[in-house]
């Protein structure tokens, strides 16, 4: 089974952008879908997007709007989320999590519950303040 290691969070201004990385190692993502979630304090866990290894149209929240995009490369058998015009309501801390069943799913990006996925990183912190 991979482990999945974040990186990328920090404190941006509102408008501004990062981008995440969810690197795997112990493994590789071949087979896995691998999505994004965020969860702000006292609030529950939430899907952001997601994307299958193996190909295929990513799934993204209704708040995305454009702004966010995940995308996956192969060699580095890393995954990203580039975020954009990123505003207050986005601080939280982005977890990645990776799931095989969820990839081999005939609707695979309808699965977008956090207890669909068995493999999560730690964790990173995104902060959107002036």
């Known amino acids: 089974q991979v482990q999945l290691v974040e990186s990328g969070g920090g404190l941006v201004q509102p408008g501004g952008s990062l981008r995440l990385s969810c690197a795997a190692s112990g493994g590789t993502f071949s087979g896995y879908a691998v999505a994004w979630f965020r969860q702000d304090s006292g609030k529950e866990r939430e899907f952001v997007a997601a994307?299958?290894?193996?190909?295929?149209?990513?799934s993204y929240a209704q708040f995305v709007s454009g702004r966010f995009t995940i995308s996956r490369d192969n060699a580095k058998n890393t995954v990203y989320l580039q975020m954009n015009s990123l505003n207050p309501e986005d601080t939280a801390v982005y977890y990645c999590?990776?799931?095989?069943?969820?990839?081999?799913?005939?609707?695979?990006?309808?699965?977008?519950?956090?207890?669909?996925?068995?493999?999560w990183g730690r964790g990173t912190q995104v902060t959107v303040s002036s």
């Open positions: 994307i299958r290894w193996s190909g295929g149209s990513p």
């Open positions: 999590a990776a799931d095989r069943q969820v990839a081999r799913a005939v609707a695979w990006y309808r699965h977008q519950n956090d207890l669909e996925y068995d493999v």
